[in-house]
């Protein structure tokens, strides 16, 4: 099992896209919180850089996740800045 922590980009492979990262399924975002074998994820509309999930996270099963490959990635400040945006709590 892959070692997620926030902030890392990652890509969600539905069952039926058979680890197929390429698949039309499957889609881009970034680790929020992690607890165990639960990820919680804020995903990207596909082919944007905007959030399609900006009110919450969404749980996801570690074992549907991988680590997002180079050519995937979106540039760690916009990652960065979007969880400041909608992920952190203020005191």
């Not at 069952?15 to 975002?29: F, Q, V």
Request: with cysteine; proline share 5%; aromatic share 10%.
């Amino acid at each position: 099992m892959p070692d997620f922590k926030v902030g890392d980009q990652v890509v969600y492979v539905p069952l039926h896209a058979d680890n197929n990262i390429g698949h039309k399924d499957c889609e881009d975002g970034f680790v929020t919180s992690v607890s165990g074998e639960s990820v919680w994820v804020r995903y990207f509309l596909p082919g944007s850089l905007e959030l399609r999930t900006k009110s919450c996270s969404e749980v996801t099963w570690s074992d549907r996740l991988v680590h997002s490959p180079e050519c995937r990635r979106k540039k760690q400040w916009l990652i960065d800045h979007m969880y400041s945006m909608y992920c952190e709590r203020p005191e």
